[in-house]
């Protein structure tokens, strides 16, 4: 299911370092047009992409680049399974007897994998 409001550089996004600096972990998207015009470099050493580790200071620039990378390719998932959860527990208000906790467990269960990075997105 994909949020259409939620307008946004298309994913799968990566992270990256800088040519110019190979200290800066930032985020690419190889599906964003200006990626895909351009001759795409090394994966790990882009030109085109978004600085979000810039001025840290320690090793985990690289392990900080990955966690939001990691929540944003895993936001369209995550947002189906609550409205999958939502949409019978709100159908099932009329009569409870019909919702299937094992079902819903399920979902909660593989959305919450996916966000720990225990199952790859």
Known sequence: MKNEKAKHTPLPWETCVFKDN???????????????????????????????????TGPSKKENAA??????????????????????????????????RGFLIGIARVAIAKAKGEINL
Do not use: Y
């Open 67 to 100: 966690f939001i990378v990691h929540a944003c390719n895993a936001h369209d998932d995550l947002l189906a399974a609550l409205e999958t959860i939502h949409s019978i527990l709100a159908g099932a208000m009329c009569n409870p007897t019909l919702i299937d």
């Open 22 to 56: 190979m200290d800066e972990w930032g985020v690419h998207a190889p599906e964003h047009p200006e990626a895909i015009k351009n001759d795409k470099p090394h994966p790990n050493q882009m030109e085109h992409a978004i600085t979000i580790c810039r001025g840290m």
